[in-house]
């Protein structure tokens, strides 16, 4: 395949100016480089305002033939993924092209065999193993759209995701592998399952050996594979035909499920991942997400896959059998390019840099930053002890909803500058809007938005066009807002300043405020709840939650029991580091909780507190005050 990438300043410069002169002849150029059964008769068509967004219009591939089959004619042999476990003392795999394509097809006939079909959508909550890729690519193949739950959800989020989108399949594992810990991934599905009829069969993986219950609709996926063979010829997709569905956080309770189609979200997974990383022929690329996140999609799986990238998929955490683990993983495989996130770095900054040190990180080119700001003192410290001062570093920003990387510097071919995610890719628009939506030049701070579609865009949000509407093209007509805000220096460099929404960012996973107040409301003890975020020098924020109890109930068993209710209704991740009891939350006089007061009073900057004089209940804040 052509490369993607723009090599150097000047050829990005081109690029740009390409792509501001005349957009769609910009991207059809990219797209040209991808197989397609038939070409696209129009490259866009938009409307922000519907608002509605079709790219490559007519064209009809397969994803999976972009990132397997092409690939068998050029490198059959040449590994597609580098499978490090959890136990370092258990061997890595390296599986070729020629043998991910066959292990694809063979899962899309087991699939297919258990009655899925196009357009179906299936569940995927498994462990960090290669099934995993296999499973997502599977589904590409036979056009059934993903779902994947990130395997650190509980039952009952994970059965709301199910049932949002009326997965008729589940593909799980008896467990999974985290560091020290096993996850009984297969109970915690059994106890989702109760309340799914839309599930049809359940295909288990065997990672762990663990005890499992087994019930009517379980099936072993070792047992279905033998039944099939390999022989399995891609679903023809239309360009907009969906590819997946991944669920995010919102500001009510319900988890958005973004929906990317097929097409862009290629041709712009693929264009990104060459053009920031810089990644060349023969490199071994490393990203330390999950694939139950975005970044897994796009940068583990689709993007990497697409150019015929090594990429390395890791079952473990930082932290385990040592905080040198990553750094470990990198010598051992001669990484090139590694992509963490800022919370990682800010954890293993932490430890003796000797951790860092004793490794071999020479193979080192490239590093990258994903989900959440990076502050100085962890970009500092990445690039003297990881990079050697000798590795760019890009600092990607992007969201679930852009499907891929919209703000970055491109790896030792753009300016970097710490703390900031620097230049819109080209292609990209981005502005700054002040509060009425009028667009703000040069210097300044304001609420960040884009002007013009890119290709790998969310184009609804499943079951509730409405809702997509509302979230991302109401409150700036015209634009797609995601929910943050930025500051733009001289040289039109954007550093990311935060969300303007309830969610919060917790070790780089988005959380909205409202499900986790739903949680804690649903305990017999808890009257009402808000949940805001304070900064916390690893995670990046944390959760203070302000409970108002309904009787004289002892705080420390309340507490208790709320964080286990929490991990329980969302996921271990959202337990807030804080419960506080409280009995009342300042409010305004229409009876709004005054958030912007709470954030403050979390982050113990009592002298910013601004006039509360205009709360119903000025007096509320000396009590939050004294017992926090
Ligand atoms: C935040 C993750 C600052 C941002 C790919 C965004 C960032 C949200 C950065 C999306 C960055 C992501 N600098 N903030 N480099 N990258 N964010 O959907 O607030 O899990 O809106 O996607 O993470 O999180 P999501």
Known sequence: MKDLAYRTASSYQQAKQHANDNPEAFWADIAKNFEWHTPWNKVLEYDFHTPEVNWFLGGKLNITENCLDRHLKTQPDKTAIIFEPNDPNDAAQHISYSELHSRVCRAANMLKANGAKKGDRICIYMPMTPELAIAVLACARIGAIHSVVFAGFSATALAARINDAECSILLTADGGFRGAKVTPLKDIADEALTSCPSIKNCIVLKRTGQYVSWNNMDLWWHEELEKVNDNCPAEVMDSEDPLFILYTSGSTGKPKGMVHSCGGYMVYTAYSFQNVFQYQKGDVYWCTADIGWITGHSYIVYGPLAVGATTVMFEGVPSYPDYGRFWEVCAKHKVNQFYTAPTAIRALQKHPVELVN???????????????????????????????????????????????????????????????????????????????????????????????????????????????????????????????????????????????????????????????????????????????????????????????????????????????????????????????????????????????????????????????????????????????
């Open 358 to 628: 004793k490794h071999d990180l020479s193979s080192l080119k490239v590093l990258g930053s994903v989900g959440e700001p990076i502050n100085a003192e962890a970009w500092h410290w990445y690039d003297k002890h990881v990079g050697k001062h000798n590795c760019p570093i890009v600092d990607t920003w992007w969201q679930t909803e852009t499907g891929g990387i919209l703000i970055t510097s491109l790896a030792g071919v753009t300016p970097q500058k710490p703390t900031f995610a620097t230049l819109p890719m080209p292609g990209v628009q981005a502005v700054l809007l002040d509060n009425e939506g009028n667009e703000i030049e040069g210097e300044t701070e304001g609420i960040l938005a884009i002007k013009h579609p890119w290709p790998s865009i969310a184009r609804t949000i499943w079951g509730d066009h409405e809702r997509y509407k509302n979230v991302y093209f109401s409150a700036y007509p015209g634009y797609y807002f995601p929910g943050d805000g930025a500051l733009r220096d001289a040289e039109g460099n954007f550093r990311i300043t935060g969300r303007v929404d309830d969610v919060v960012i917790v070790s780089g996973h988005n959380l909205g405020t409202a499900p986790i107040e739903n949680a804690l409301n649903a305990h017999k003890a808890v009257v009402e709840s808000a949940v805001v975020g304070f900064p916390h020098d690893v995670k990046g924020n944390a959760l203070h939650a302000f409970v108002i109890p309904n009787s004289e109930v002892d705080p420390n068993e309340l507490t208790d029991e709320l964080r286990v209710l929490v991990a329980k209704t969302i996921g271990p991740i959202a337990k807030p580091d804080r419960i506080q009891v409280v009995s009342g939350l300042p409010k305004t006089r229409s009876g709004k909780i005054m958030r912007r007061i709470l954030r403050k009073l979390a982050a113990g900057e009592y002298d910013q507190l601004g006039d509360v004089s205009t709360l119903l209940n000025p007096e509320i804040i000396q009590e939050i005050k004294q017992n926090s």
